[in-house]
């Protein structure tokens, strides 16, 4: 079938229908078409913020970016940024909820709700969405764009590639085939990596742990150099380590280089008070054995644990911890360290670091710098944000910027 429209927005995620909406809501006899790979739009944004979508935060800080050139993230993100995302939710009648550490969710907490009010909004618009349409090739065309699919083939004045990256695999639409389309064109890819991503570690120190979670400051050094270090509930498992404080320090762990963490379970103290705290709590549990010291404390299998690190026998009394242990027990207490082997791949991680170069793209509209009226918007750009709404954030902020600057044009 050939489809002749306005705008053909390759891709309905996050950004695609974000941009897809405003573009249709200003344009309204313009015909406006979603080409979604997937039988359905909007699948990885149902498994967003653990079914419950963190859909923005509260402070959108410009330090949240990363890429080869993060502030090309700014302007958008200044312009639409978390003000923009809640008029758009609400337009759309979803109101959002603050949780903690700024996170916001839409009111019911479901990601699914978020995902039906979009898709909604789109069929009252009356804009086209062909499902299980992969665009295969995009080419250029006397009068705009070709884009060609199995069965279909479309002409337009405008074209958004809005195709996300690799993060979380075919199943959730991270094809990478928005890197081939842009790529044909002449741009260039900076090479895709997992971020907000697991990670695997030698085993032998916490094969007892699995499971458990404990609140800690978790940093990675890389060949010795601290590189990030964040705070909150860490999740032993049988490969590693996972948690919130896990996935944000996680961006680098490609790197073919020396890499461990550290890992401090009294992240309130400093080395001193942890010393402190340890010798203290010998004088208080006089008559007990090491295998209770840390009962009241951390979890019973992390402090046996530590004491086992600490070559200290669970048998041993308490009174009788030498200076070098209460030593050796605060080191591990505040400086617990892990060798990182890996990470948990692509199909695992929440966001792909790198991308399409924004070299070729002004950051203000996203239309590409060597073709006029062709975009690209959201994850398939060398942008990744923070765990905290910051990459959705990405999302809605780029398209809303390339929709509007479509929209003036087309004026
Ligand atoms: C498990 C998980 C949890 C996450 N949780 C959060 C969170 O709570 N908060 C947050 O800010 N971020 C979260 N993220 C990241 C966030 O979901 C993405 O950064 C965001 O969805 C990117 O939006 P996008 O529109 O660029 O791409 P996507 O949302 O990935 O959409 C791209 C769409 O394009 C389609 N497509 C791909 N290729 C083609 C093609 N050739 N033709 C047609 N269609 C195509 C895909 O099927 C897909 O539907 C999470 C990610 C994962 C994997």
């Known amino acids: 079938m050939n489809i002749n429209a306005h705008t053909v927005i390759i891709g309905g995620g996050a950004s695609g229908m974000c941009a897809a909406i405003l573009l249709k809501r200003s344009l309204r006899n313009e015909n406006?078409?979603?080409?979604?790979?997937?039988?359905?739009?909007?699948?990885?944004?149902?498994?967003?913020?653990?079914?419950?979508?963190?859909?923005t935060n509260a402070v959108i800080e410009p330090s949240r970016y990363h890429g080869n050139a993060p502030e090309f993230c700014h302007n958008a993100l200044l312009k639409y940024g978390r003000e923009f995302t809640e008029d758009f939710f609400n337009s759309i009648g979803v109101p959002l909820i603050e949780g903690d550490n700024g996170?916001?969710?839409?009111?019911?907490?479901?990601?699914?709700?978020?995902?039906?009010a979009l898709r909604l909004e789109i069929a009252a618009l009356g804009i086209n969405v062909l499902t299980d349409t992969s665009a295969q090739n995009l080419l250029i065309d006397k009068n705009g764009y070709k884009i060609i699919c199995a069965n279909n083939e479309l002409t337009c004045e405008n074209v958004i590639v809005a195709t996300g990256g690799l993060a979380g695999g075919n199943k959730l639409g991270s094809f990478g085939t928005g890197y081939k389309l842009l790529r044909e064109l002449g741009f260039s890819l900076v090479e895709a990596y997992p971020s907000l991503v697991q990670l695997k570690t030698d085993l032998a120190p916490i094969k007892a742990l699995n499971g458990i979670k404990q609140n800690a400051t978790v940093t990675l050094c890389i060949n010795g150099k601290r590189v990030r270090s964040e705070t909150g509930e860490l999740l032993f498992t049988k490969y590693g380590i996972s948690g919130p404080p896990v996935l944000q320090i996680s961006r680098q762990s490609y790197l073919k280089a020396e890499k461990i963490v550290k890992i401090n379970f009294m992240p309130e103290l400093?080395?001193?008070?942890v010393l402190n705290f340890v010798k203290e709590r010998k004088k208080l549990?006089?008559?007990?054995?090491?295998?209770?010291?840390?009962?009241?404390?951390?979890?019973?299998?992390?402090g046996l644990t530590i004491l086992k690190i600490c070559g200290i026998n669970i048998s041993e009394s308490v009174s009788e911890f030498t200076d070098k242990q209460c030593r050796a027990l605060a080191e591990q207490i505040y400086s617990f360290t892990l060798a990182v082997t890996g990470n948990n791949g692509m199909e695992n991680a929440q966001v792909t670091s790198g991308g399409i170069s924004t070299a070729l793209f002004n950051d203000g509209t996203m239309e590409s710098k060597r073709y006029k009226r062709l975009y690209a918007t959201g994850e398939v750009?060398?942008?990744?944000?923070?765990?905290?709404g910051f990459n959705l954030q990405w999302a809605w902020s780029s398209a809303a910027a390339a929709a509007f600057d479509i929209v003036g044009k087309s004026k």
Do not use: H
Request: net charge negative.
């Open 381 to 388: 750009l060398d942008i990744d944000g923070d765990c905290g």
């Open 285 to 302: 549990l006089v008559g007990r054995t090491a295998e209770t010291f840390f009962t009241g404390v951390f979890p019973k299998m992390l």
């Open 32 to 55: 406006i078409v979603i080409l979604e790979a997937l039988d359905r739009v909007g699948k990885k944004l149902i498994v967003t913020g653990n079914g419950r979508c963190n859909i």
């Open 103 to 116: 996170k916001l969710f839409p009111y019911s907490l479901q990601a699914s709700s978020v995902v039906d």
């Open 270 to 273: 400093n080395f001193n008070e």
